[in-house]
């Protein structure tokens, strides 16, 4: 009795707080999904060409679409998507991003990385549910003056964008801010906003020093600032103290001299992992 009483109080209602895996029912390709096209949730598509299959509007539960690598030119299916969370045209040669896309208003996740888009696309600043959004390896030289307020990961990496607009400041629940491979000088104080802001890459750009602004971020968790070559000393040991939720700062390719980078490590949390 006393082991069946223990082996109860420690194995009763184990499961109470554990969530169901998320399970999606998937289909790759139009003949996998017409069948079960009243209750699919995930569709890939990648690598496909024309227009996007016009059955796709009739996919009433579709959560998460894959078009990946695809030759599309029509998107007038996607207008109809009221349920798409996730939305993948990665390496879709867009040029500029279908209007269709717009009408998304559950779309939480969007990822045009390598679309060959030559400026930020208009309109994504209206979209209520934009989390994450995608931009890596276009061409990209400025951001708008309003951005999708909502975000909580940017990727910016590999365009041509040499200077943040004031508005990146709106961002106030932004996390991950990616900027690997741009032309940046130097960064707004408006950054400081972001107080959320936990990742920020800033890899090879051309920051001329180390940008002061991001004392004002208390919790920085993960820096990447290898590549900027003028940056050859950080700031004071005050103000890299302030920098308690550090804990990896990449500084390869920045011409620190011994003295310096002796300094930099007694001035951090020896928690923070220093990459010279």
């Not at 009483?5 to 109470?16: K, S, V």
């Amino acid at each position: 009795m006393v082991f069946a009483a223990l082996a109860a109080a420690l194995c009763g209602g184990c499961f109470d707080h554990r969530e169901a895996p998320d399970r999606l029912v998937s289909a790759r390709g139009m003949d996998e999904a017409a069948p079960i096209a009243a209750t699919v949730e995930e569709l890939d598509l990648g690598g496909g060409s024309g227009e996007v299959p016009a059955e796709v509007a009739s996919m009433p539960r579709l959560r998460r679409l894959y078009l990946r690598g695809g030759a599309y030119t029509g998107f007038a299916a996607l207008a109809g998507l009221e349920s798409l969370e996730v939305l993948d045209l990665g390496r879709v040669r867009l040029g500029a991003m279908p209007g269709e896309v717009l009408s998304l208003k559950s779309l939480r996740d969007l990822y045009l990385g390598g679309c060959g888009l030559a400026a930020f696309p208009e309109g994504l600043e209206a979209m209520p549910s934009l989390r994450y959004l995608n931009l890596d390896r276009n061409g990209i030289a400025e951001l708008p003056g309003a951005l999708p307020p909502g975000l909580r990961f940017l990727r910016l990496n590999y365009n041509e964008i040499s200077s943040l607009p004031p508005s990146i400041g709106t961002l106030r629940g932004l996390r991950r801010l990616y900027l690997r491979r741009n032309r940046l000088e130097s960064l707004p104080g408006e950054l400081s906003a972001c107080a959320e802001l936990t990742d920020l890459d800033l890899a090879d750009n051309n920051l001329a020093e180390f940008p002061a602004v991001l004392a004002a971020l208390p919790r920085l968790r993960n820096l990447d600032l290898s590549g900027n070559a003028r940056i050859a000393s950080l700031p004071d040991d005050a103000t890299l103290a302030s920098f308690r939720a550090l804990r990896t700062l990449r500084l390869t390719g920045c011409p620190l001299e011994n003295g310096e980078r002796a300094r930099v490590r007694a001035a951090l949390d020896p928690a923070c992992a220093i990459i010279f």
